[in-house]
């Protein structure tokens, strides 16, 4: 073999063993973790499923025809008069009814934990990057907010506002939800602002939205997604809870709360099972597969981070 074929091959050799050794990256990362834990990836085909099914629904089944009341089927049984699992006591299709109601609780709880993580994220970080009476003045407002009983203040409103519909419901709710996430970015935010590649790009002269975005926000990425994971479990509880005691979506349109607050008396809760037991399953199904997606989002974040 000649030098300059020897030079070749070394060559090659290097730059082999360079793909070989290079730390897997984005996408990468988060495929791995799901592959190594199979609960994480079972829950993920078992969320997208329900997902999937939620949101196709309004082109399977007439809306306006699931939600008429037909009495003379009230409490069928499931199997009786071609209700796979039943009907409610306005004589409704619980079948129909699970994957529209699905589709609006889920719709209202992504939609608040976006909007809230956007507004508190936001406030978070600035708050904490410059500090000093902006994060006074920031954090007072924070603090009225969470003492407030926002839950009855919630209902208040739900209850004088005369047009409501599920959106109304998602800013009402995001009024006051961005609060403690607020507080939580500014406390890491407090910490992160502190470490040596903040003051280097403040040295560099740059600017300050570019580091707090740029440099500083990808670093709060496990934090983000742990956060995000749990106030989207949340925030469906807390619409279901909202719906299940008659100040959620408004009469006649379908919701997991909805569906899980005809077991108001004994009778339906021990002899009727089935319009309110689906419904119970789906939401601990949902919140199950969200916590363990959530868990292993986290740790590949984490690892991102490790990396660099």
């Known amino acids: 073999?000649?030098?300059?074929?020897?030079?070749?091959?070394?060559?090659?050799?290097?730059?082999?063993?360079?793909?070989?050794?290079?730390?897997?990256?984005?996408?990468?990362?988060?495929?791995?973790?799901f592959l190594r834990d199979k609960v994480a990836m079972t829950a993920l085909i078992i969320l997208a499923v329900i997902l999937i099914a939620a949101f196709i629904s309004p082109?399977?089944?007439?809306v306006n025809e699931v939600t008429r009341v037909d009495?003379?089927?009230?409490?069928?049984?499931?199997?009786?008069?071609?209700?796979?699992?039943?009907?409610d006591e306005g004589g409704r299709d619980i079948f129909a009814l699970l994957f529209l109601g699905t589709r609006n609780s889920v719709l209202i709880g992504f939609s608040v934990t976006i909007i809230t993580a956007i507004i508190g994220i936001m406030l978070g970080i600035v708050s904490g990057y410059y500090g000093g009476i902006i994060d006074d003045i920031?954090?007072?407002?924070?603090?009225?907010?969470?003492?407030?009983?926002?839950?009855?203040i919630i209902i208040v409103i739900v209850t004088i506002v005369g047009r409501f519909n599920a959106w109304t419901l998602i800013w009402v709710i995001s009024l006051f939800g961005w609060?403690?996430?607020?507080?939580?970015?500014?406390?890491?935010?407090?910490?992160?602002?502190?470490?040596?590649?903040?003051?280097?790009?403040?040295?560099?002269?740059?600017?300050?939205?570019?580091?707090?975005?740029?440099?500083?926000?990808p670093n709060l990425?496990?934090?983000i997604i742990t956060n995000?994971?749990?106030?989207?479990?949340?925030?469906?509880?807390?619409?279901?809870?909202?719906?299940?005691?008659?100040f959620g979506l408004?009469?006649?349109?379908?919701?997991?709360?909805?569906?899980?607050?005809?077991?108001?008396?004994?009778?339906v809760i021990e002899n009727k099972m089935w319009v309110w037991l689906p419904a119970v399953i789906v939401i601990l199904v949902l919140m199950l597969c969200i916590n363990y997606i959530g868990q292993a989002l986290q740790r590949a974040a984490d690892s991102r981070q490790r990396i660099g």
């Open 71 to 87: 009495i003379f089927s009230r409490f069928a049984a499931p199997g009786e008069k071609g209700y796979l699992l039943g009907a």
């Open 228 to 246: 995000l994971t749990l106030a989207f479990a949340g925030n469906i509880g807390l619409e279901t809870g909202l719906s299940f005691l008659g």
């Open 179 to 217: 609060a403690g996430i607020t507080r939580l970015f500014r406390t890491a935010t407090l910490s992160e602002a502190s470490k040596d590649y903040i003051a280097a790009g403040k040295t560099m002269g740059t600017r300050d939205p570019v580091i707090m975005f740029g440099g500083l926000l």
């Open 221 to 223: 990425s496990s934090l």
């Open 138 to 152: 920031m954090m007072r407002v924070v603090d009225f907010i969470m003492v407030l009983p926002q839950f009855m």
């Open 59 to 62: 082109f399977i089944f007439d």
């Open 1 to 33: 073999m000649t030098q300059e074929q020897l030079n070749v091959a070394q060559e090659a050799n290097v730059v082999t063993i360079d793909e070989e050794t290079l730390p897997p990256m984005g996408f990468e990362i988060i495929k791995r973790e």
């Open 250 to 267: 408004p009469a006649g349109t379908p919701s997991l709360g909805t569906l899980i607050s005809y077991a108001n008396n004994p009778d």
